[in-house]
C-alpha cells in the first residue's frame, strides 16, 4: 500500500501533469476555433463575393435585398447595414442610392410625403433617381450597381459609382 503511493507520488509529478492536460485542451479549443473562424469566412466570402466585376475584374460584393415584386413602383426601402437606399422608380427600373449626400457627405433621409431625400445638414434634396432638387449639393446620389437574377434583386455594395447626373442608363430591369 505504501509503496503503492510511492509509485503515485512518483509518476504524478502534479505541476507537469496539469500543465500537458492544460496544453491538450488549450490545443483542442485553438484547431476548434479555427475551424470555426474557417468555416464563418468560408460562409461570409459565400454570401457576398459571388462573382467578378464586369468593370474592373474585382470581386463582386452582392447583397441580396429581396425578391423583385416585393418592391413597389415609386418606392424606397432602406438598408442601413449596406448603407443604401433601394429606389424603384415609376417605371419599375431599380437603382441603389448611397446615403452619403453628394455636397459634405451628411447621410441623407427619405421624406415619404415629399417624395425626396433631404440632407440635415445644409438641406440639399435629391429626388428618386437620386437627381439634385435643390443645392448645395452640385451632383447627384452616388449608386451601387443593381442586379437582378431569378427574380432577385442584388446590389454590389463593393462598387460605388460616382455621377454628375441621374440617367436611365443607370437604372437596373427586371428582365
Ligand atoms: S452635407 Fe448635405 S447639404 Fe451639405
Known sequence: MSGYLKNSVKTETPGVNSLSRRGFFGMAWKGLGILVGLETLGMITAYFFSGKNK????????????????????????????????????????IALSLRCTHLGCSVSWEADKNRFICPCHSSAFDISGEV?????????????VLIENGLVKVDIGTLKERTRSGKDQLSYAP
Open 55 to 94: 468593370n474592373t475584374g474585382a470581386p463582386r460584393q452582392l447583397l441580396e435585398a429581396g425578391p423583385v415584386d416585393s418592391f413597389g413602383l415609386n418606392s424606397v426601402s432602406a438598408f442601413m447595414g449596406g448603407r443604401f437606399y433601394l429606389a424603384r422608380q415609376q417605371d419599375g427600373g431599380f
Open 133 to 145: 432638387l435643390n443645392p448645395p449639393a452640385a451632383r447627384a446620389l452616388s449608386y451601387y450597381p
